[in-house]
């Protein structure tokens, strides 16, 4: 009995550990993705170079946050560590590109945003739908189909202007921050309603 009750203390505490510390990753994230909307919304004089910086630094974020969520979040199944560590990488990927090409036009740009914002979409809708053990899926579905909705919408829109490039992303960004916000919220709440783990016990000699 006294190995059981040390083994269910360990796995309390270490459930507790992992939902306050996605909750932390899934804040920032969340935080920096509002930051870099309302930017992308209010920045005076904008041109497509400052756009692109914008949206490269959050996906380049986005991406690091979401692959190291994929490696810690050991109480989620194997599928879905591993689709959010590739959304991760290619977030990353795309960040980088925008970043790096600065002479791109706003069609190109846009173009861009909208696929990838369609994937990762589809990837947030698939975990939530397939993995019936992660946590919150509804929220992830909801932020799933909107992104898949904003994504289509970019790409879809023929000679979509600079503006109305800026405040759709921007509004999108803000959207979704808000969000993940949230969502960090409800972790960090779930994990303080665990409580702490009860000390173990010194096995009897």
Known sequence: ???????????????ESVSRGS????GIFGAVTVVVGVLAMIWPGKTVVVLALLFGIQLVVAGII????GLARTEESGGTRTML???GVLSVIVGVWAMRHL??????????LGIYWIIHGMIEVFVAITDHGAEYRGTHAALG??????GIVLVAWPGVSLAALAWV??????????GELALAFRLRRHGAAMGP?????????
């Open 1 to 15: 009995m006294s190995n059981q009750g040390n083994m269910m203390d360990t796995a309390q505490a270490r459930l």
């Open 23 to 26: 909750a932390i990753l899934v």
């Open 66 to 69: 979401r692959f190291v969520e």
């Open 85 to 87: 560590a590739l959304l």
């Open 103 to 112: 002479g791109l036009t706003v069609l190109t740009l846009a173009l861009v």
């Open 145 to 150: 189909v909107l992104s898949v909705l904003a």
């Open 169 to 178: 992303t921007g509004l999108w960004l803000v959207v979704l921050g808000i």
């Open 197 to 205: 783990a009860a000390p173990i016990q010194p096995r009897p000699a």
